[in-house]
């Protein structure tokens, strides 16, 4: 879906590198289960599964600069907490409890090329 072109700048730029995350994801082999995952605690840019059947929990990160040490260091221990809490929201909903992990999407530009991608970027 196309961003609102009515929208602040910095949530039509996150609303793409969201987008070009989970096609990137997709071309390694996940299929996206959900985007933008809310709820009280929180929100989960992109729910995933992988050919394993891990269910995967991915933050999409987009920093063009690396002031205060650029995206990886923005997912500080606070947003974990906070991932992980609307991670543990989302689980409830399930009759199965599969593998999980969390994993890091990060962007230094919106120009197309890959992304960075952390894989079990931090645990719970």
């Known amino acids: 879906m196309p961003p609102d072109v009515h929208a602040p700048t910095h949530l039509v ?7 070009h995350a989970a096609r990137y994801l997709q071309s390694q082999g996940l299929k996206v289960l959900q985007h933008n995952y809310r709820c009280r605690h929180g929100e ?11 269910l995967v ?3 999409v990160r987009l920093r063009r600069r690396n002031d205060f040490g650029g995206a990886a260091a923005s997912i500080n ?3 974990q907490r906070k991932l992980i809490l609307a991670a543990h929201h989302y689980l409830a909903r399930l009759d199965h409890v599969p593998a999980c992990r969390f994993d890091a999407v990060l962007l230094s530009d919106l120009d197309g090329s890959p992304p960075q991608w952390i894989r079990n970027a931090f645990t719970a």
């Not at 730029?13 to 987008?19: C, I, K, P, V």
């Not at 989960?44 to 050919?51: E, G, M, R, W």
């Open 57 to 59: 929990f991915a933050e």
């Open 13 to 19: 730029h996150g609303s793409l590198a969201e987008q």
């Open 44 to 54: 989960i840019d992109l729910v995933l599964q992988d050919a394993t059947g891990t």
């Open 77 to 79: 221990p606070a947003k």
